[in-house]
């Protein structure tokens, strides 16, 4: 069996365990939660640009004969048959199919740095937004001109590497309106849930996480400290000032390193200076600049 009938083979369990809200017992030929998943999935492997696309191109004969091999399906339900299905599955019974692909043999060697550890980038990224439509899982902003934008995002995990074109993709975070919160949910906190939920799990890849400067704060370094982790984020002067005065007319470390390609010689001049606050505060942690 190939790699990807393994991965399709355990895609096949996990929807079929989601819940299935009908009730009683189901007609004959009726759609199993399993093909129920694997039908919405397809459409995303398949590049289909829309479900109406598929199910027209489906209908049409076009792609039907690896939609049958792949996914053992000859047609799929309704866009909204398939929502009112899937709407509400709990979206962590899929974490398990991005850990086990990390179990392959020899596919973390190539992502691979800094003396066998594992970089693994950290981002925020939205993946719908309207004034119009909106649910309760819906994040909002206002507006300049007074109206209210809908919108959902998630935080994103993925292994990464320099001078890698593909990247290993983690179980994400969403970020959605939390029980008991009065504040609205955000990166931050979806990464403090994701590094309790799975940091754990991955120490033994020696991970490095990389991230943007929204990250670079005490709470979310300790929190990869506690995890096993290593990080190295952004920090903008504006955001981090007791950096940027910590930095101020101290005696920085330089490495220059010159490289020649292509005729065109280039310089990279590296500065860095070890024990430097995050915060003017009495439990700061001390991190290399």
């Known amino acids: 069996m190939s790699a990807l009938e393994d991965c399709l ?20 030929g009726a759609y199993t939660m399993a093909a129920i998943g694997l039908s ?6 398949m590049g289909s640009p829309s479900f109406l696309a598929h199910q027209r191109a489906l ?3 076009q792609g039907r004969s690896n939609c049958q091999t792949l996914f053992g399906i000859a047609a799929i339900p309704s866009d909204n048959y398939i929502r009112q299905m899937l709407d509400g599955a709990p979206t962590a019974a899929f974490d398990g199919l991005f850990l086990k692909t990390l179990e392959t043999p020899g596919l973390l060697a190539p992502f691979q740095r800094l003396g066998g550890r594992t970089p693994i980038a950290l981002d925020g990224t939205e993946h719908h937004c309207s004034r119009k439509i909106h649910c309760p899982r819906c994040l909002t902003r206002k507006r300049a001109n007074g109206g209210t934008e ?12 320099q001078g890698h074109q593909h990247v290993l993709p983690l179980p994400p975070e969403f970020i959605v309106p939390q029980d008991g919160a009065a504040k609205q949910d955000c990166e931050r906190n979806a990464a403090k849930r994701w590094l309790a939920r799975h940091g754990a799990s991955l120490a033994h890849l020696r991970p490095v996480f990389l991230g943007d400067d929204l990250f670079a704060c005490q709470p979310i370094a300790a929190d990869i400290q506690a995890a096993g982790g290593n990080f190295i984020l952004t920090s903008k002067p504006s955001s981090h000032r007791t950096i940027s005065e910590y930095l101020y007319g101290a005696t920085l470390a330089e490495h220059r390193e010159t490289v020649l390609k292509r005729g065109k010689r280039t310089t990279t001049v590296y500065h860095w200076l ?13 991190h290399g600049w």
């Open 59 to 61: 209908a049409e004969g």
């Open 40 to 45: 919405a999935f397809s459409l995303f492997f």
């Open 274 to 286: 070890a024990d430097v606050p995050l915060r003017d505060r009495a439990d700061v942690i001390a």
């Open 150 to 161: 809908y919108f959902h995002a998630f935080l994103g995990a993925s292994i990464v590497a």
């Open 9 to 28: 083979a355990d895609l096949n369990m996990v929807c079929a365990g989601l819940p299935d809200r009908r009730k009683g017992p189901l007609p004959v």
